[in-house]
């Protein structure tokens, strides 16, 4: 079975831009978690998305959103760039139905200048 | 809130030895624990977790961790390093609200010396 998928790898942005990263679940995976990896803060989450609302959302600013689609394929944008932002964006899929374990793409990596 | 604690950003082994990296969790409540591995540029694999049951668990790669909970720890081992264990290992534990979101130490960077 194919793991989680994220599109593009790698990205260079200028400030005040916007960005769309997608993610692919593992098939049959109903939910999607972003989450933003960087050396200064680690690893903190963004937001799941199941059955394509938003469940949950880390304490991240409004420029942060997503959406996932009715194949449970998601995306999620950043909208006025800030250098801040450049980290990677990992995607992670979870089956749902009382399973919490969560498998990760290999994230795509936001450079903003 | 919830937090994991993973002592050491870095710990150096020499090949063949035993490894052990620390994870200690804040929670009055057993919650959901995860080991996973990050390569360098690639995303996070899973390499064990303990949900309920047996507090040994083991995992890929021969790591293996055990799930105490009067010591509020889950520390991750392996017998005998190899070269290619040279990684970064998170610990994480699934958050006690209604959400499923991890909650990560903040990363141990597993050197290996030839």
Redesign the interface.
Known sequence: KAG?T?TPRYLIKTRGQQVTLSCSPISGHR?V?W?QQTPGQ??Q?LF?YFSETQ??K?NFPGRFSGRQFSNSRSEMNVSTLELGDSALY?C?S?LAGGD????????T?LLVL | AQSVTQLGSHVSVSEGALVLLRCNYSSSVPP?L?W?VQYP??????LL?Y?TGATLVKGINGFEAEFKKSETSFHLTKPSAHMSDAAEY?C?V?ALD??????????TRLLVRP
Do not use: C, D, H, M
């Open positions: 989680v994220q939910s978690s989450y680690g690893l989450f799941e469940r949950n880390g990992l992670a979870r919490e374990t969560q498998y990760f793409g290999p994230g990596r | 959901y995860f996973y540029n690639q995303g996070l694999q899973l977790k949900t998170f994480a699934s209604s959400s499923y979101k991890l909650i990560f130490g903040s990363g």
